[in-house]
């Protein structure tokens, strides 16, 4: 049996300047090794995510699969989604997350609620082309 730990997946906005640099920033501090990306409107989400939260975009879904096999993964959203996917890069920014977890999830959505509802305002370049190189074996379709 393979001890492998599976790579975990952000689902994002695929069309969003903001959830595009985030992708940038989490490839670039990965140092674990452990996520994989796929935009919400892609056909890995057709196969993780139901219609609904396909329909949500300023959602950002967070799969980490199960290490036990009769469970299933776990998906988290919104404020959990980017927290733990910081955690998971075993980064200096795991840290800062893990403090962030402290504030209640009623606070830290509001502040993401905010920030999406304004994505486009502040990010109006719209989509930033991503990382080529070995990074796209990580970007899912």
């Known amino acids: 049996m393979e001890n492998k730990k599976?790579?975990?997946?952000?689902?994002y906005d695929g069309e969003?300047?903001?959830?595009?640099?985030?992708?940038?920033?989490?490839?670039?501090?990965?140092?674990a090794d452990a996520l994989k990306f796929a935009p919400i409107q892609g056909e890995t989400a057709q196969g993780y995510l139901s219609p609904t939260l396909r329909e949500q975009l300023s959602t950002v879904i967070y799969y980490r699969s199960s290490q036990v096999a009769d469970e299933?993964?776990?998906?988290?959203?919104?404020?959990?989604?980017i927290l733990y996917a910081l955690i998971d890069?075993?980064?200096?920014?795991?840290w800062p997350a893990k403090m962030a977890r402290w504030l209640p999830l009623?606070?830290?959505?509001?502040?993401?609620?905010?920030?999406?509802?304004n994505r486009h305002r502040f990010f109006t370049n719209g989509v930033c082309a991503l990382p080529s190189g070995d990074e796209p074996v990580k970007l899912l379709p």
């Open 106 to 117: 009623k606070w830290r959505d509001a502040v993401y609620d905010w920030v999406a509802r």
């Open 89 to 94: 890069t075993g980064s200096f920014w795991q």
């Open 6 to 11: 599976q790579s975990a997946i952000l689902f």
């Open 16 to 31: 969003c300047g903001l959830c595009t640099r985030s992708v940038r920033f989490l490839l670039k501090n990965d140092r």
């Open 72 to 81: 299933g993964g776990h998906r988290f959203l919104r404020s959990e989604a």
